[in-house]
């Protein structure tokens, strides 16, 4: 895609509403573009080259999101500087390989996502807007996530929920209809795998919670994962 078609199509798409974004990416054609048309959407854009720039950026200022490549030169330092970034937003990796497994657990517990190379800016702009909104409270039908207060409920009903299930039912609201694997939803939540057995449970527990007095909205989706959302048919 060219860069006038790229301009063209943000155009065309929903805007940004100032919101502040780090885009980490080392190939200049690639920064620029990106730069260029994340700005025509409507954000505000801070840029670096390389992991230590992406720490040091992270560490004097608060940033609302990181488009990072998977390929930045010195992507080390993330891990070594960890500790000096008290504040970690979403991250959206671009990346060759279409695989979780790869996305940077260094960046720590926030929200994570991933677009394939080579990209559509229109799938960059879709996926920010994601993350984005996954800030605050997350709603869905009757169910709604605070952030805030870290509280979960069902319509009236104040779910009870553990650390590990309001991380697994964020992940669920934030990419709702979307089907997450095991092995997605437990780097997630952990932080590493821990195995189908203790992702089965844990996923089994909230649903219990969860969908106790209403349409259920966890659903399976068999040899791939879950998902969450109304069944096709529901109202």
């Not at 700005?39 to 992991?51: K, S, V």
Request: one cysteine or more; aromatic letters at 6%; glycine letters at 10%.
């Amino acid at each position: 895609m060219s860069t006038y078609d790229s301009f063209s199509e943000t155009r065309s798409l929903a805007r940004g509403g100032g919101q502040h974004l780090l885009v980490a990416v080392d190939e200049p054609d690639n920064a620029e573009l990106l730069s260029t048309t994340l700005e025509l959407a409507g954000y505000r854009i801070g840029t670096a080259g390389n992991g230590t720039e992406v720490v040091s950026r992270l560490a004097e200022q608060q940033f609302e999101l990181v488009v990072i490549d998977a390929e930045l030169p010195e992507m080390d330092a993330l891990a070594q500087g960890r500790r000096l970034v008290t504040h970690r937003p979403p991250v959206l990796l671009l990346t060759g390989w279409d695989a979780l497994d790869k996305l940077l657990p260094e960046l720590g517990a926030g929200e994570r996502d991933y677009v394939t190379k080579p990209f559509r800016i229109a799938e960059v702009l879709a996926r920010i807007q994601v993350l984005l909104r996954g800030r605050g409270a997350l709603h869905y039908a009757d169910l709604v996530l605070d952030d805030t207060t870290c509280q979960a409920r069902r319509g009236r009903c104040i779910l009870d929920l553990t650390p590990a299930e309001y991380r697994l039912l964020r992940h669920l609201l934030v990419n709702a209809h979307k089907v997450l694997s095991k092995e997605q939803i437990s780097r997630y939540v952990w932080g590493d795998f821990r195995g189908d057995n203790a992702m089965e449970q844990l996923v089994s527990r909230l649903r219990r919670k969860v969908d106790q007095e209403g349409a259920p909205l966890i659903h399976t989706r068999r040899g791939f994962g879950y998902w969450l959302g109304r069944a096709a048919g529901e109202g």
